[in-house]
């Protein structure tokens, strides 16, 4: 949902339980902030029946004014996704999902928010229980990252601009147990 021609609490009321909200930061015409800039009352009404909430940060359904305007109200998304699109797949605004969980941390978030937003929260909404997890018997589809302390910068369609001091950056991928990325950083034993 972005720049609909209706509130954003009234889009929220066609949503069931288990529904998605994506662009939930969007910047465009109605957000999800009122007129005083707090979380409108139709969304936190939705969020109690159980509708989900997504950030899906593309390059432009995403602001960084509301991201971190909800965030500072405890508004968290649900889960985190990229919204890589052929259209925005080398935009610098838009990222990759590695990019999209350093703006996260720069915005203020955990980075146990932030975690479990892009593993076992979206296995949870898939009821895919063996997915998001690194117990045993799971199917060994990891991520691997190195926590870096930097100089971190990311920016919206709006010239917003905030900095943090986190970045993840992708060491390994493993499909299945089997080693399919890695970095020349990762070491092995």
């Known amino acids: ?17 288990g529904d998605v909200f994506c662009h939930v930061y969007h910047g465009v015409g109605h957000t999800i902030m009122d007129e005083t800039g707090k979380i409108e009352q139709g969304i936190l009404a939705a969020r109690e029946r159980g509708v989900l909430f997504d950030v899906a940060s593309g390059r432009g359904n995403f602001s960084l004014t509301i991201a971190k305007q909800a965030i500072e109200q405890d508004f968290l998304p649900d889960t ?22 350093s703006r996260f941390a720069a915005l203020g978030m955990k980075l146990e928010d932030i975690v479990s937003r892009v593993t076992t929260e979206p296995a949870k909404q898939f009821g895919m229980a063996d997915l998001g997890t690194l117990k045993v018997g799971t199917c060994a589809d990891i991520s691997i990252f190195q926590l870096e302390e930097k100089p971190t910068y ?9 900095s943090g001091n986190i970045a993840f950056n992708p060491m390994g991928t493993m499909i299945g147990g089997d080693l399919l990325y890695r970095n020349v950083g990762l070491c092995l034993i």
Do not use: Y
């Not at 954003?8 to 069931?16: E, G, K, L, P, Y």
């Not at 605004?93 to 969980?101: D, E, F, S």
């Not at 990311?154 to 905030?162: M, T, Y």
């Open 80 to 101: 985190i996704s990229s919204d890589v699109t052929l259209q925005n797949w080398h935009n610098p605004i838009a990222g990759n999902l590695p990019v999209v969980m």
């Open 154 to 162: 990311f920016s919206d369609k709006f010239g917003n601009r905030i």
């Open 1 to 17: 949902v972005t720049d609909a021609p209706e509130r954003m609490s009234t889009v929220a009321d066609c949503m069931r339980a």
